[in-house]
């Protein structure tokens, strides 16, 4: 019972906070995936936890046929309402990232921008075997979040997590920074094993 109150009031929290302030939704593509399709050839993509819809409308612009998903209803109809006005081809569901069974394409790349970091050990394990089943072969994960540390309480990409992750992803790299100068943060680049 303690898990579904926890994701109903995190739902209910991030579209209340979409009628407001929403730090995590910049509106700018970042540098990292401006240069990973500067330099790499048009394919699939899903974005997890696309918001508004920044990143899939860049890479719908650079020819990809991409797919977001989000489970905040304000951040849909936004994002919705963007592709419109942008006039690109693009897709974005309301839908929660742990549940993509609906989705039976591969895709080249995976994105995630401050979302898995949100998520609970459960909902880690279920978001990586999804990871895993919906990456095509040779695909690209890209992911950024909070770092967490060991001592904290909080929400963010462990140690741990990296192991899991790279227990069924090869680690291409990793980018330590900070968030707005206040969290350490993380970026990193998977690839799942050719066949």
Same mark, same amino acid.
């Given at each position: 019972? +303690?898990?579904? &109150?926890?994701?109903?009031f995190?739902?209910?929290?991030?579209?209340?906070?979409?009628?407001? #302030?929403?730090?995590?939704?910049?509106?700018?593509t970042?540098?990292?995936?401006?240069?990973f399709?500067?330099?790499?050839?048009?394919?699939?993509?899903?974005?997890?936890? /696309?918001?508004?819809?920044?990143?899939? $409308?860049?890479? /719908?612009?650079?020819?990809?046929e991409? $797919? +977001?998903?989000?489970?905040?209803?304000?951040?849909?109809?936004? /994002?919705?309402?963007?592709?419109?006005?942008?006039?690109?081809?693009?897709?974005?569901?309301?839908?929660?990232?742990?549940?993509?069974?609906?989705?039976?394409?591969?895709? #080249? &790349?995976?994105?995630?921008? +401050?979302?898995?970091?949100?998520?609970?050990?459960?909902?880690?394990?279920?978001?990586r075997?999804?990871?895993?089943?919906?990456?095509?072969?040779? +695909? $690209?994960?890209? $992911?950024?979040?909070?770092?967490?540390?060991?001592?904290?309480?909080?929400?963010?990409?462990?140690?741990?997590?990296?192991?899991?992750?790279?227990?069924?992803?090869?680690?291409f790299?990793?980018?330590?920074?900070?968030?707005?100068?206040?969290?350490?943060?993380?970026? &990193?680049?998977?690839?799942?094993?050719?066949?």
């Amino acid at each position: 019972m +303690g898990g579904m &109150l926890r994701k109903c009031f995190r739902w209910l929290s991030f579209n209340l906070r979409y009628l407001w #302030d929403t730090p995590w939704d910049t509106g700018e593509t970042p540098p990292e995936l401006v240069e990973f399709v500067k330099n790499s050839q048009p394919g699939k993509a899903l974005d997890l936890g /696309a918001g508004s819809g920044t990143n899939i $409308i860049a890479l /719908a612009k650079a020819s990809w046929e991409v $797919i +977001g998903i989000d489970y905040a209803l304000i951040a849909v109809i936004t /994002a919705k309402n963007k592709i419109k006005r942008e006039g690109v081809d693009a897709k974005i569901y309301l839908h929660d990232v742990t549940h993509l069974d609906f989705l039976s394409m591969e895709f #080249d &790349l995976v994105l995630d921008i +401050g979302c898995f970091h949100n998520l609970s050990p459960n909902e880690k394990e279920q978001y990586r075997k999804n990871l895993y089943r919906v990456l095509k072969p040779g +695909g $690209i994960f890209l $992911i950024y979040g909070f770092q967490k540390k060991r001592d904290e309480n909080w929400s963010g990409i462990s140690e741990t997590d990296i192991d899991y992750f790279s227990q069924i992803l090869n680690l291409f790299s990793i980018e330590h920074g900070t968030e707005r100068g206040l969290r350490d943060s993380v970026w &990193l680049k998977f690839q799942k094993a050719r066949e």
